[in-house]
């Protein structure tokens, strides 16, 4: 009677909740932590390929009416300001339109030092709004990379746990250990789960900066045309 007592108290499937309320302190620290780290990296996720999708519209927006210009400064000013903000295309255009006015404000206009000056101040823009896009991704990398040897290092401590309670309940059976090892493998799980969205994200997103970065730099060079036939015509 007791033993089918035991039988039917014994739960059915696993209850995470119940892992986590059991194990031992470590352990929750590191559930907890990677637990966090998993809600952050959605966070990231989430925003960034919102942010993504709005600076492609507002790029594309401004690339088609950029071209249709008849006065590119006027147009800057227009569109230029308020739209700097969210969109890199307007800031490489404020970066070749400040170092065209600084260059050509002289009497005497270096061409062949202008060009240079300006291709240089572009090409710097590009990077920059690159880089400032894929600041955020080196945490999503650093979840991918360093998550499963956290949970890991849960699961080991779990483990060692286990075996103290083995030696000092001088008792090796399964229903003695089984506990501990659930805890512990637990932590491994939840390593995983933080660690594969973030690796994930980070190789589509990191794709998408690229994609992104070599379309400004097709941009700028084709701006750079712009500028450097005008210059021949100063």
């Keep these: 009677m007791n033993t089918l007592s035991l039988l039917s108290a014994a739960p059915t499937r696993l209850d995470p909740l119940k892992l986590f309320f059991d194990a031992d302190i470590v352990v929750q620290a590191v559930m907890a932590g990677l637990i966090l780290a998993s809600v952050w990296v959605w966070a990231i ?72 000056r300006l291709a240089g101040v572009m090409d710097s823009a590009v990077a920059q709004e690159a880089d400032g896009l894929a600041e955020r991704l080196n945490f999503l990398a650093t979840v991918g990379s360093v998550a499963p040897f956290v949970g890991l290092f849960g699961t080991v401590w779990g483990i060692m746990n286990s075996f103290f309670q083995i030696g000092s309940q001088q008792n ?57 036939r005008e210059l021949d015509e100063a």
Excluded: C
């Design 45 to 116: 996720i989430i925003s960034f390929s919102l942010r993504m999708a709005v600076i492609a519209k507002r790029s594309s927006a401004y690339e088609r009416d950029f071209w249709k210009a008849s006065d590119i400064a006027a147009f800057q000013a227009q569109r230029g300001g308020k739209e700097a903000g969210e969109n890199p295309s307007a800031q490489i255009v404020a970066a070749g339109l400040a170092e065209w006015r600084r260059s050509t404000a002289t009497k005497l206009i270096d061409r062949d030092g202008t060009r240079q």
């Design 172 to 228: 090796s059976s399964l229903a003695v250990v089984a506990p501990g090892i659930s805890e512990a493998l637990f932590a491994t799980a939840i390593g995983l789960f933080a660690a594969i969205p973030a690796v994930i994200a980070y190789n589509r997103f990191s794709h998408r900066v690229n994609q992104l970065e070599a379309r400004l730099q097709r941009f700028a060079d084709r701006f750079h045309a712009s500028l450097s």
